[in-house]
């Protein structure tokens, strides 16, 4: 499934939840951690497992973010979410230990309930800690499907500043994004703050899929256009990926095996390139 | 008996879509000559001899924050007369004092295009003795030309007016940038009063002073600030902002929306969120259009001056830059309800938009639309310029969430027929559009050339039902309160009174 943004969506507020698939975000995370008051964890572990069960959210991957381990909150989450069947789980604060304690729960509920559909993990890299261990973290289950960078706490683990340049998170940003290519998970950027500053998210759009990363989580419904914009493929680069294809095909067809285009030797990684570009094209609508 | 759209109406009954033949309308009133001017409001409701039955006028151009109408009703109901009719082209919460005069039958009717507040209210309660009726805008001027309705004493709220009686609605401490709809009630009322705060020769005289009888001087006409009643913003709402990109996408998908097209759209915060995205169209893509219409807002205002149109045609401001801007932009055009809507006059303004964008408070699968009351059955609007601007347009685009605070927009049957389905083109809701079957080229031209989600209406109601389940209906008294009139006058449904809490 294409997954440019995840939009992260209150547990606890039943219109959003309704609106969850009409928003154009190819994911969406229902919270049940942070933008849930602590009285009101138990209303809304039930309302997203009754939104789940009885909306049709068929066309967009639904997640849901549990409470971290080190809270009170987390098995009852899992007893709760798991009977619903979402798509995955959002892991904050996610380290191989947690990890390790989640899907032995989980595998629990799914026999119990006997679920088949298996729950996928997007963890949470927000700590030093987190981010430091991180390729050890996506070694220890093969539900996770992808990392996603959370820099708010993790400045504040780090005691820094957010700055507009994402300077103080260079690191941890390049540190997650190179293990989640070395375990072919898919990396997702952190979201961008000021909801109204959209050259801003653009600009940090860019900088991250620079990088290596493929999709941006997103707190605001309006932010999610900015997000796919960026990783559209530009008409540029599907052109050259089409060209690319093309001379494949009649290098194949005259035997050659190695080929160039525009005085450049094309080889293998550039035609995978290429091919994922096209793909991308056709799945968004660019090309038929 | 029931009218073509199957609705119990007591007389008149709609009969369909007419075209009628043009007529044209004489201002035939003797020139008024001698001293007008009158110091004293309650002195003169004393002169005028108002007697038991008469009719009353008032303009809304002030809005929420007109004075004129609970001061001058305030006068009259001194004078022991009882039984009157008070033609208003609508009504605000702050002619509350009005619903005293309902209970003690000083006022028994009541004509508006538009009401909501308390007056709305106790008329749905069945507060007033007689009948409610509500029109459209246009109509309100056709009806005074015609003489369906006789205006026996229109007091006109006077932004500035001359001692002689030559009125602007664009100049003073009470500016509320035009006088459109008070423009038939000074034409052809029995006798007319200016009521101003501000004595002054205007510069740009609406209302001319042969057309008035009196001209009455009083502290304070109203508060300018009042005229900001409602939603004037843009939504934030991310569903709205959706189905507003929606709409600009139908509208492109239409072909309409190319050099020259023309466009209205109300005050409602996704109607506005439409105008910034076809701002933003029209600038990337350097579409001019030829006018925008109706009650004017910032966003038209600001649309007029980067370019985008050539002409706003205004027959009220709905927001105090708008109201600056009918001073400084030579191409804000100030027009009467009749240039705006009448029906009678095929050049009316209405007839020449290419797109109207207008909202709902409930819609059935034949189209037909209620903007007149809640779910609930209370009065909470009227048509305005709702049925006039569906009539004319070629094309009237409906914007609304399909489900808003659990309850759906799409119902079997509305609850009050403010304009109907025959002249309503499109709906679009978050979850789909709907676009009335009479077109289906256009819904084989959509469906081939745009991603659009173009969905039967049907269809759409039944995805709302999924989500709402099916609701119970509210039930009312069997007393009529309020008859709703389509724009040739004819009746298109009757508005009960509610039943007590």
Known sequence: MLRRTSLFIPGNNPAMLLSANILGADSVIFDLEDAVALNQKDSARMLVKKAITTFDFSGIEVLVRINPVSSPFWKDDLREIIEAEPDGLVIPKATKEDVIAIEALIEELEEKYNVSKKVSFLLIAESAYGVEMIAETLGCSKRITGVLLGAEDLTADMEVVRRVDGEEIDYARKRVVMACKAFRVQAMDTPYTDVDNFDGLLADTEKAKALGYTAKAVINPRQIDYVHQVFAPTHDEIDYALAILQEKERAFTEGIGVFSYQGKMVDQPIILRAEKIVAMARKLGLIT | MKNSLNREVPFNPYQGIRTLEPRTFEVTKNVISGNKYRESLAELIKELNIKDGDALSFHHHLRNGDYVLNMVMEEVAKLGVKNLKVIASSLFAIHKPLVELFESGIVTEVYAAYMTGPVAKAISEGQLKGMCMLHSHGYRATMIQTGEVTVDFAFIASPACSMSGNVSGSEGPSNCGVLGYAIADAQYAKKVIAVTDYIVEPKDVEIKAEWVDYVVKVDKIGDPKGIVSGTTQITRDPVGLKIAKMTLELMKGSGLLKDGFSFQTGAGGISLAVAKDVF????????????????????????????????????????????????????????????????????????????????????DTDFNVNVTTGTDGVIMGGSGGHSDTAAGAKMAIIVSKLVSSRISVLTDKVTTITTTGETVDALVTDRGIAIHPRHQALIDHLKATTKLPIVDIHDLYQMALKLTGIPERVEHEQRVVALSQYRDGTLLDCVYQIKPE
């Open chain 2, 280 to 363: 933003e169209y029209c600038k990337k893509e350097q579409v001019k259009g030829s006018f925008a219409s109706g009650g004017t807002t910032s966003y038209l205002v600001n649309m007029l001056e980067a370019g985008i149109f050539e002409f706003i045609y205004d027959v009220q401001c709905f927001e105090l830059d708008a109201v600056a801007s009918i001073s400084r932009n030579k191409n804000h055009k100030k027009m009467s309800a009749a240039q705006y809507a009448d029906i009678y006059n095929p050049d009316n303004i209405v007839n020449r938009l290419d797109f109207v964008i207008l909202g709902a408070t409930e819609m």
